[in-house]
């Protein structure tokens, strides 16, 4: 069985601090008040987040404009303030909620500051 030299660092210690840096920076952003873009969907819930992109992604208007019209997506205005409730890892979604609201949306994480 091969050692590891003394003073070097495994790879498991090296992606165990960067994952602890990520999560603390991710968990101070969610205390602070951020404001929304213009432009960007906003769904009630991840599914249709994701069924929104997909018809975005295909240029398919028809299926957008149902969405938009079911209310279960919109398009964020510019300068709302929300917080943030949850987020996903490696698909660039994320859960607020708007100020004043009690109801968390999801949109991309393009449309917070």
């Known amino acids: ?3 590891q030299a003394r003073g ?3 790879g498991m210690k090296i992606f165990t601090a960067v994952f602890l840096v990520l999560l603390f ?3 101070a952003r969610a205390q602070s008040i951020l404001t929304m873009n213009e432009g960007y969907p906003v769904c009630v819930s991840e599914s249709a987040l994701d069924r929104f992109l997909t018809s975005q992604e295909r240029k398919d208007d ?3 404009a149902a969405l938009l019209t079911s209310e279960e997506c919109t398009i964020s205005r510019g300068g ?3 917080y943030l409730e949850d987020y996903t890892i ?3 979604k994320v859960k607020i909620r708007l ?3 009690t109801v968390g949306f999801w949109t991309v994480n393009e449309a917070i500051n």
């Open 25 to 27: 920076s991710v968990t």
């Open 8 to 10: 070097t660092v495994s």
């Open 90 to 92: 490696f698909t660039g």
């Open 99 to 101: 100020e004043g609201r």
């Open 1 to 3: 069985m091969e050692r």
């Open 80 to 82: 709302q303030k929300a």
């Open 62 to 64: 028809r299926s957008m």
